[in-house]
């Protein structure tokens, strides 16, 4: 696939898959208001790290897919899948940072919004999100890319990033 190509079907997936569940679920959920359940000791400092996670979330998952477009000729989407396996930036360091920064962006909302609710969808979230992965998107990489993708894998973590970048 050619990196226009790639790249125009990686941001019109960016607004769809994330922009859907990092962006328009959370703010069905709130309507982005903020609240405040704990005292403002608490708060301030909640609300710093959620900035911080919400800004890092959206970071990682701008990285993650221009990534597929320039590195991988590809796109996130299974129907338009990358020519080649995307180990650079932060897959260096997790096997799913786009899951990662989507998580990342969800928890920082809910830190910064004081919503529980984004907290709850987050973690009911993360077992069907868990079940893909688990079940077809490993099998699926495994059958593309092999022994590349198994050696990969041995050394990158799914869902926990490591300090030290994969050199494969």
Not at 17 to 37: F, I
Request: proline letters at 10%.
């Amino acid at each position: 696939m050619r990196k226009p190509v790639a790249a125009l079907g990686s941001a019109v997936f960016f607004l769809a898959g994330p922009g859907t569940v990092a962006g328009l679920v959370p703010w069905l959920l709130t309507r982005w208001e903020v609240l405040d359940p704990l005292p403002a000791w608490v708060m301030i400092p909640a609300r710093v790290t959620g900035a911080v996670l919400l800004l890092a979330g959206l970071a990682g998952l701008v990285d993650a897919f221009v990534r597929f477009a320039a590195e991988g000729l590809g796109t996130p989407v299974p129907v338009a899948p990358p020519e080649r396996l995307v180990v650079g930036g932060a897959y260096r360091h997790v096997r799913n940072p786009m899951y990662v920064s989507v998580f990342a962006a969800l928890l920082g909302q809910a830190l910064l919004l004081g919503q529980a609710s984004v907290l709850v969808y987050m973690l009911v979230l993360f077992v069907p999100v868990w079940a893909f992965v688990h079940w077809y998107e490993e099998p699926a990489l495994r059958r593309r890319f092999g022994a590349d993708y198994d050696r990969y894998r041995s050394q990158v973590p799914g869902w926990w990033p490591r300090l030290h970048p994969y050199e494969g």
